[in-house]
């Protein structure tokens, strides 16, 4: 799911890997969904292709120049990737640790803002259907077998769980109750 900052900015982080695209909020985001600037998402595909020709982890030697280039470029992009966000985003740069960027002024490209908010929107309606769906979110165990439902709190269960077992076994037949000492 997408993360935002303490804030509220929506963040994106930047790095290479092999998702065809360096950008990442609440999962990969394809350059065709993140509506870029022609300019920016064909530079980010360059330094992803440098990337992948040079410094890739499996090969054998790299030359640091090529590792202090490319953290250079990363950069600049990631500082171009925040301006056309706008200040709505904060930039998360994942090369020689994690450098933050974040603009101050709306975004020079708003169809890009708009499209990676979009995506946090839905993302975030997902996860809230997904609570619904699953017992409004509280967490439990369920038994397939018995049809019961055993809840961390203790004090809750189905009408056809009356209770937990004592520990030390089970008068159901469904074998011993793990304990915490095991």
């Not at 900015?9 to 990442?24: C, K, N, Q, S």
């Not at 292709?49 to 030359?63: E, I, K």
């Not at 640790?97 to 803002?113: E, I, K, T, W």
């Not at 165990?141 to 961390?152: K, L």
């Amino acid at each position: 799911m997408t993360e935002r900052s303490q804030d509220g900015r929506l963040i994106v982080r930047v790095f290479p890997d092999f998702a065809g695209t360096v950008l990442w909020a609440g999962g990969a985001v394809g350059y065709e969904e993140a509506h870029l600037s022609r300019e920016l998402e064909e530079d980010f595909q360059a330094w992803e292709s440098f990337h992948r020709s040079r410094l890739d982890p499996d090969r054998p030697n790299h030359a640091s120049q090529d590792e202090r280039d490319f953290a250079l470029v990363g950069r600049a992009l990631a500082e171009r990737l925040s301006q056309e966000l706008g200040r709505g985003v904060e930039v998360h740069l994942i090369v020689e640790g994690c450098q933050l960027f974040r603009s101050v002024d709306p975004p020079v490209n708003p169809r890009a803002a708009k499209a990676l908010h979009g995506r946090a929107e839905w993302q975030a309606a997902q996860a809230r259907a997904l609570v619904e769906k699953v017992d409004d979110g509280r967490w439990h165990a369920y038994n397939p077998v018995s049809g019961r439902r055993f809840h961390p709190d203790r004090t809750r269960s189905d009408e056809n769980a009356p209770g937990l077992p004592a520990v030390g076994g089970s008068t159901t037949g469904e074998g011993p109750v793990a304990r915490g000492d095991a």
